[in-house]
């Protein structure tokens, strides 16, 4: 069945390091894959979207990879900030239902 | 350029009962979608509107209904509530009807006892 997994423990990691978030899937194609940032009892936030034939994607501090080999995506956040701390979703579309599917999420937590 | 807004924030209703949740979408966006998140998950597909029709739907029962109107307002409709039910309710829009990139309103925080 198709499956998609982030970590479902939180991130802990000090200010001023390199947070890095992990999305996993199995038995899709995706076509693109979009991170999105979610603060407690808010709707989710657009971040960045990296289309299958891009290694990689950068916005000020965020940087994405994916790699349809791994069937993997892993999201960046360098010289991490205690407001960068919430959780981060990712989402891939489905060539079945052309619609998006929503991992669990991460939380990250960065403390000072 | 008016964001995605959705009413009321909050609601709590008892099991049997029916609900309806409302959406404005975000100016120049005429694809709604509705997503369910409950607590600890991402959120989950439940319908798509555009154009006042119906254009996919996830794995929800039929008790769960929408309807979009011509200013491509959006309205949730779940009859027949059911513990399960408890979530928040997020609407979204969109310029496309692929999967394209999701305007998140705030959501609705549904109770139901």
């Known amino acids: 069945s198709q499956k998609i997994e982030q970590n479902s423990e939180a991130l802990n990691i000090q200010e001023g390091k390199t947070a890095t978030l992990t999305c996993n899937y199995t038995n899709y194609s995706p076509a693109y894959l979009q991170w999105y940032r979610q603060d407690p009892g808010r709707g989710p936030v657009f971040l960045l979207l990296i289309r299958e034939n891009e290694k990689e994607k950068r916005k000020e501090r965020l940087k994405v990879t994916f790699d349809t080999t791994l069937k993997q995506s892993l999201f960046h956040i360098t010289a991490s900030q205690p407001a960068d701390s919430a959780t981060y979703l990712c989402a891939l579309d489905t060539l079945s239902t052309d619609k998006l599917i929503f991992g669990t999420g991460t939380r990250l937590q960065v403390f000072p | 350029e008016t964001g995605v807004t959705q009413s009321p924030t909050h609601l709590i209703k008892t099991r049997g009962q029916q609900v309806t949740l409302r959406c404005s979408s975000q100016?120049?966006?005429?694809?709604v979608s509705w997503y369910q998140q409950a607590l600890g998950q991402g959120p989950q597909f439940i319908f798509q509107?555009?154009?006042?029709?119906?254009?996919g739907r996830g794995n929800f029962p039929p008790r769960f209904s929408g309807l979009q109107f011509p200013n491509y307002s959006s309205e949730l409709n779940v009859n027949a509530l059911e513990l399960d039910d408890s979530a928040l309710y997020l609407c979204?829009?969109?310029?496309?009807?692929?999967?394209?990139?999701?305007?998140f309103g705030p959501g609705t925080r549904l109770t139901v006892l």
């Open positions: 509107y555009y154009r006042e029709e119906e254009n």
């Open positions: 979204a829009s969109s310029s496309g009807t692929r999967a394209d990139t999701q305007y």
């Open positions: 100016s120049g966006h005429n694809t």
